[in-house]
């Protein structure tokens, strides 16, 4: 493994669906992984388990770039400020468990 990819870490975290919605009818989890550069504390990149690509792309936007040094409140803020969707909580809650992994990992 080059030097490169030893700074990097992928962690994924997971939520259920809202029962009721017609997303938690398809599937009954939402999945959240991201790779993040264990120098700097940057999210390089981020996927959500969506159907629809502008969904996971549109979310994927607001969590890229950002830095967790400080943890992901302001990440959860802008998810809820632009991301007005049925499965929002669910999202916040794959994101949380994601960043847990990440921090169980970088302890170690």
Do not use: W
Request: net charge negative.
């Amino acid at each position: 493994m080059n030097s490169e990819k030893k700074n990097r870490i992928l962690v994924a975290g997971f939520a259920q669906l809202p029962k009721g919605t017609t997303l938690h009818e398809i599937q009954k989890i939402i999945a959240c992984v991201l790779i993040i550069d264990t120098e700097n504390a940057i999210i390089e990149r981020a996927s959500f388990s969506f159907l629809m690509d502008v969904t996971n792309e549109f979310i994927s936007s607001l969590v890229e770039g950002k830095s967790i040094e400080n943890g992901i409140d302001d990440i959860v803020k802008d998810i809820e400020e632009y991301f007005h969707v049925p499965p929002q909580r669910a999202v916040i809650q794959s994101l949380r468990s994601a960043y847990d992994r990440y921090i169980e990992a970088k302890n170690k």
